[in-house]
């Protein structure tokens, strides 16, 4: 009896799947693969049906249950493929232009069953740039993006582009593309890196059933990073003084790029020392004099930069060396004090007990004349 009311129940009011996972709206680059969901609560594709809506008033037919792909013709077989594996997912290889379009799933056998939409937006888009790879300080250059779609689908107006650390730039939109460019001129400090995002306002044009706030972005169009040359401009050696002293550590640090070469050399014996870092060796006199060059090659020209050390002292001594010294005497004097009160003290206790032991600093000695020696009781007393 139960089963009986389940099946008439089902019957009359239709027991399908329902579509827990539609197609979301998506926006992909031209040659890439997309795979747009369609699940239902049976996980296959036994009641679903996919449709194709190319513009307003356009709609086609692509997969049918019961019937599988139809129209391959329009959507062939090696691009096209609906896949009953964990739901009834549809998906797009090598996308094209024309792919472009809003994409419904919904229940086969119920036309009041919820029908689940997702727009795909294909861009073919490109970034390019006139500098190249030796772009040098002072060069101006120009950045452009490009974004093409399909007309019949995408309203240009409804697209946002914008390159990152840019702060202007001259947006212009045709029928099917919009282009973003910029001028700049190339500063030593800059690397070239930009990126161009692309925002997409979807479907102002499409059904009420399309969510019309839905916000598609792009992956950045990236520029491949350069690093603007620039020609040797100054070297700062032992921190911009010109003055160094014997046994000294000199330090020097060209600027440019490409990174310059650079040595350093002893005018009075010619030897060559490692311009980065060296010793002002311990043989040197005063008034002796070393010659830094720095050198780089930028667009086939080559710039210098020189600085001339002069020795002007001996090295004073290292501050450790002098604290050492400081604290050494500080604990011979302290040591010392120490010892010659210890001594002090020693020697007066010392004569204190030689002063108490002599017969003449003795105080058992009584006072008064001297007394008669006592007779001896054996002798006789006349």
């Known amino acids: 009896m139960l089963f009986l009311i389940l099946l008439i129940s089902g019957l009359l009011l239709g027991v399908y799947s329902d579509i827990t996972t539609g197609p979301s709206n998506t926006i992909a680059r031209v040659g890439t693969t997309v795979m747009l969901p369609c699940v239902t609560d049976s996980k296959t594709c036994s009641d679903v049906d996919w449709t194709k809506q190319e513009g307003i008033q356009s709609s086609v037919a ?69 500098a190249g790879d030796d772009i040098v300080e002072g ?23 914008s390159w990152s650390d840019v702060k202007s730039s001259v947006q212009s939109t045709d029928a099917d593309t919009v282009v973003l460019s910029f001028a700049g001129k190339a500063a030593r400090s800059d690397v070239q890196k930009f990126d161009c995002t692309l925002t997409l306002l979807a479907g102002q044009s499409l059904p009420d059933t399309h969510d019309k706030n839905s916000h598609s972005l792009l992956p950045p169009c990236t520029l491949p990073s350069r690093k603007v040359m620039f020609p ?43 311009c980065s870092k060296f010793t002002v060796p311990a043989t040197a006199s005063i008034g002796d004099t070393y010659t830094c060059t720095a050198s780089n090659t930028v667009s086939g020209k080559q710039s ?56 003449l600093n003795s105080t058992s000695v009584e006072s008064g004349p001297p007394k008669p020696p006592r007779a001896n009781s054996n002798q006789r007393i006349n």
């Open 139 to 161: 060069d101006v250059y120009n950045n452009t993006c490009s974004a093409k779609f399909n007309p019949s689908f995408i309203i240009p107006s409804k697209i946002e582009m």
């Open 62 to 130: 692509i997969f049918r249950s019961g019937s599988g792909m139809l129209n391959r013709d329009k959507y062939p077989s090696e691009r096209y493929n609906v896949s009953s594996v964990d739901g009834c997912n549809l998906t797009i290889r090598d996308l094209k232009l024309n792919d472009s379009g809003l994409f419904s799933c919904s229940e086969a056998k119920d036309s009041n069953a919820m029908t689940r939409y997702g727009s795909l937006v294909v861009v073919g888009d490109e970034c390019k740039t006139s």
């Open 304 to 359: 210098t930069s020189t600085v001339l050390l002069t020795v002007t002292a001996e090295s004073p001594a290292p501050v450790g060396m002098i604290v050492g010294i400081v604290v050494g005497v500080s604990v011979a004097i302290v040591v010392g004090v120490v010892g010659y009160f210890l001594f002090k003290k020693y020697n007066l206790g010392k004569g204190e007990k030689n002063d108490a032991a002599h017969p």
């Open 232 to 274: 040797v401009s100054e070297m700062n050696c032992n921190s911009g003084k010109k003055e160094v002293q014997i046994s000294e550590t000199v330090q020097c640090s060209p600027d440019g790029y490409p990174t310059p070469t650079c040595e350093c050399k002893s005018d009075k014996t010619g030897e060559t020392l490692n």
